[in-house]
């Protein structure tokens, strides 16, 4: 692994589904993001998470939930999915020691639709 | 309240011609600015950030910004431009002290031959 993996790359769903998105980093970063990426909105902030075993809201974060068990992992599920929620899906993380200095790093993404 | 604005969606440029980005931000204090490019179907890439200092700073691929406190102001810009730079740039802005950013919608850039 190097850098930030995202899993899977792409998902249709039906709506009403549980889905599980996964995401890891290998470079021991305390902060982590989910952003959702839709045509002319840029990226959104759903939820992020500064250190293992805190999370918070972004911009938009209902109808998602996360959790931050360990360090490496922070995985995003949607409980009941909507098609609303079609998007891509990027998974970030930054040291978060250093604060606003901070670069954030991407993953691959996943592009997920809700039909 | 903090927001950044990219006013062009889309900009189309010829190959080997020069290329300028804009980007304007509303911050109540210092900004941390920052320009990613995001080749299609790829995660973001970093170009180029600014924290303080000199107000030209360099980044990856041939790219610069130039920071203009007095304008609200960090624009992105290339001498001359690769085929390989068409893709999608977006500025962003760092918002709090956990690093957390606000970004603008993007500008989509097509290199023509």
């Known amino acids: 692994i190097a850098g930030i993996t995202q899993a899977p790359t792409s998902q249709i769903l039906a709506a009403g589904r549980r889905m599980t998105l996964r995401c890891t980093q290998d470079m021991r970063h305390n902060a982590m993001y989910w952003y959702r990426q839709d045509l002319g909105l840029g990226l959104r902030l759903i939820h992020y998470?500064?250190?293992?075993?805190?999370?918070g809201k972004g911009e938009v974060p209902d109808g998602y939930s996360v959790s931050r068990a360990n360090t490496d992992d922070f995985p995003l599920t949607l409980a009941s999915a909507v098609p609303s929620q079609t998007s891509v899906y990027f998974c970030?993380?930054?040291?978060?020691?250093?604060?606003?200095?901070?670069?954030?790093?991407f993953g691959p993404g996943t592009r997920l639709t809700v039909l | 309240a903090q927001s950044v604005t990219q006013p062009d969606i889309h900009i189309t440029v010829s190959e080997g011609a020069s290329l300028e980005l804009r980007c304007n931000y509303s911050y109540g204090a210092t900004p941390y600015l920052f320009w990613y490019v995001q080749s299609p179907g790829q995660g973001l890439q970093l170009l180029l950030k600014y924290f303080s200092g000199d107000t030209l700073v360099q980044g990856i691929k041939g790219f610069e910004a130039e920071f203009k406190r007095s304008q609200s102001s960090f624009n992105l810009r290339k001498p001359s431009v690769h085929w390989s730079d068409a893709a999608e740039y977006f500025c962003?802005?760092?918002?709090?002290?956990?690093?957390?950013?606000?970004f603008g919608a993007g500008t989509q850039v097509v290199v023509t031959p």
């Open positions: 998470s500064n250190t293992a075993g805190t999370t």
């Open positions: 962003a802005l760092s918002t709090d002290s956990w690093g957390k950013f606000q």
């Open positions: 970030a993380s930054s040291e978060s020691e250093r604060g606003r200095y901070n670069e954030q790093f």
